[in-house]
């Protein structure tokens, strides 16, 4: 039981230039989400998914997509990277809480350093 | 809009001795979750406590617990007999009652445990 798994572990990239980071999760969780931590901040919602096919932007989703197509995999793509971009990204996974009152705990990966030049 | 306030940047705390981490929050909804999680210097980002905003009590996790003031929107971690390993980044989140899985993340507070 691997838990959440992201690859790369760290990326450096130029400014243009497009990735994909890649996130699985084998818990059979139906909730998947991407955040960026950046430097002394606490972390904002980039996207997140509800199930295989369905997708919504969080709090902060300009300049990336994303996509799922199946329950395991949550893939984040730059479109084309910008300095601003430079941070730390967690994707994290839990079951689906139709209510805020239950216990919802999200799983997070061990993120993804990136670097934008 | 939601909002998570812990107004503490960093704080030293004695080993052994208890801590108290703050946080304030601000929402609308009727029902919601509110999550503490742990980030040590080695960046993973880790569970600790869980309260729900109609629970009767406060939360407990070992030697973690949460003080909930619901009147007063104030969800405060208390860390016992603190340890070198305390020693981390830690982050209050509430969760929206419409949506119960979307976190939304304080600025967070650094612990630092003294031998």
């Known amino acids: 039981n691997a838990g959440v798994t992201q690859t790369p572990k760290f990326q450096v990239l130029k400014t243009g230039q497009s990735m994909t980071l890649q996130c699985a999760q084998d818990m059979n969780h139906e909730y998947m989400s991407w955040y960026r931590q950046d430097p002394g901040m606490g972390l904002r919602l980039i996207h997140y998914s509800v199930g295989a096919g369905i997708t919504d932007q969080g709090e902060v989703p300009n300049g990336y997509n994303v996509s799922r197509s199946t329950t395991e995999d949550f893939p984040l793509r730059l479109l084309s990277a910008a300095p601003s971009q430079t941070s730390v990204y967690f994707c994290a996974s839990s079951y689906l809480a139709v209510l805020a009152e239950k216990n919802n705990e999200q799983f997070f990966g061990p993120g993804t350093r990136l670097t934008v030049l | 809009a939601q909002k998570i306030t812990q107004t503490q940047p960093g704080m030293f705390v004695q080993e052994k001795e208890a801590v108290t981490l703050d946080c304030t929050y601000d929402t609308s909804d009727p029902s919601y979750g509110l999550f503490w999680y742990k980030q040590p210097s080695s960046g993973e980002m880790i569970f600790l406590i869980y309260q729900g905003s109609y629970d009767q009590q406060n939360a407990t996790e070992g030697r973690y617990s949460l003080n909930f003031q619901k009147a007063r929107k104030s969800a405060n971690l208390v860390i016992s007999a603190s340890q070198l390993g305390d020693s981390a980044m830690y982050f209050c989140?509430?969760?929206?009652?419409?949506?119960?899985?979307?976190?939304?993340f304080g600025g967070g507070t650094r612990v630092l445990v003294k031998p």
């Open positions: 989140a509430i969760s929206r009652s419409a949506a119960g899985n979307k976190l939304t």
